[in-house]
């Protein structure tokens, strides 16, 4: 089992900077994929991008690529989305998710999620 735990949401002007964190425990985290989606109001949750824990390889959704960045602390257990230049249609509760071996886009694949933190960007 890996429990999955999230911070660092808030609200934040358009243009500005937040990193949400991750803390990954219950089970050795080598051949796991580490993904972040969000849930805007009223939508379907939304793939944003991936790592595997390895940080062999990364991948983002177009909306976000070049703005945000995956990246994880192997001693700490830790996974990162950095967010940059922020836009009000970033605004949605952003999740933690873990699935074993391949990595994939849709969100029935990973089993493992962490609760969720609100990020809401002004305009």
Avoid: H
Wanted: aromatic share 14%.
């Amino acid at each position: 089992q890996v429990q999955l735990v999230e911070s660092g949401g808030g609200l934040v002007q358009a243009g500005g900077s937040l990193r949400l964190s991750c803390a990954v425990s219950g089970r050795t985290l080598s051949n796991y994929v580490m993904a972040w989606f969000r849930q805007a109001p009223g939508k379907e949750r939304e793939f944003v991008g991936y790592i595997t824990w390895s940080g062999i390889s990364t991948y983002y959704v177009d909306a976000v690529k070049s703005r945000f960045t995956i990246s994880r602390d192997i001693a700490k257990s830790t996974v990162y989305l950095q967010m940059n230049s922020l836009k009000p249609e970033d605004t949605a509760v952003y999740y933690c998710a873990a699935r074993y071996d391949l990595a994939r886009i849709g969100a029935r694949e990973y089993p493992y999620w962490g609760q969720g933190t609100q990020v809401t960007v002004s305009s």
